[in-house]
T-cell receptor, first 112, second 110 residues
Framework: ETGVTQTPRHLVMGMTNKKSLKCEQH?????MYWYKQSAKKPLELMFV???????ENNSVPSRFSPECPNSSHLFLHLHTLQPEDSALYLC???????????FGQGTRLTVV | DQQVKQNSPSLSVQEGRISILNCDYT??????FLWYKKYPAEGPTFLIS?????DKNEDGRFTVFLNKSAKHLSLHIVPSQPGDSAVYFC?????????FGTGTRLQVFP
């Protein structure tokens, strides 16, 4: 139990679908992150939210849309994805920068 | 332009011996470094960290060394155990960004 919960754990979606990934943390952290891990690639930072404000958008395509309604919740809205977007999507949170980040279990996304 | 690099994709070590995982970085502005361990289909779990003002941090079987002049850090695991078999990522903070290396798969055999 890491304190960071991601749902769903697995998701299969068509290229025309709209879906959302959810991340929840009850650690009292102020920063939340979305990462993407593709096969044989490093963990790629997608978005950073600090105190509910987006501070980083790492050149992510607009078909990925994050939302942080409060400090405990982070969403990643998905629409018109491509098969190459299939990956493990990981959420993390940390108290501040320069402190250890805790990760959720990830959502395994398959785009068909 | 990978700013955090782990040049060894895999490492195999006998149980009881020392495992040394290496990491190089290119940006001297990184000021906090971390090691994570990851099992398949799970999120990374935090192992140990080190601030740029230190050159060594120890926690049980895990020790991280930082050589700022060489922009190099290493993770020592001693003694290695079969349960240590996993992928290990080094990571570094640059402002609010936590940037990860490519990972090294460690296998500890009996």
């Amino acid at each position: 139990e890491t304190g960071v919960t991601q749902t769903p754990r697995h998701l299969v979606m068509g290229m025309t679908n709209k879906k959302s990934l959810k991340c929840e943390q009850h650690l009292g952290h102020n920063a939340m992150y979305w990462y993407k891990q593709s096969a044989k690639k490093p963990l790629e930072l997608m978005f950073v939210y600090s105190l509910e404000e987006r501070v980083e958008n790492n050149s992510v395509p607009s078909r990925f849309s994050p939302e942080c309604p409060n400090s405990s919740h982070l969403f990643l809205h998905l629409h018109t994805l491509q098969p190459e977007d299939s990956a493990l999507y990981l959420c993390a949170s940390s108290q501040f920068s320069n402190t250890e980040a805790f990760f959720g279990q990830g959502t395994r996304l398959t785009v068909v | 332009d990978q700013q955090v690099k782990q040049n060894s994709p895999s490492l195999s070590v006998q149980e009881g011996r020392i495992s040394i995982l290496n990491c190089d970085y290119t940006n001297s502005m990184f000021d906090y470094f971390l090691w994570y361990k990851k099992y398949p289909a799970e999120g990374p779990t935090f192992l140990i960290s080190i601030s740029s003002i230190k050159d060594k941090n120890e926690d049980g079987r895990f020790t991280v060394f930082l050589n700022k002049s060489a922009k190099h850090l290493s993770l020592h695991i001693v003694p290695s155990q079969p349960g240590d078999s996993a992928v290990y990522f080094c990571a570094a903070y640059l402002a609010d960004k936590l940037i990860f290396g490519t990972g090294t798969r460690l296998q500890v055999f009996p």
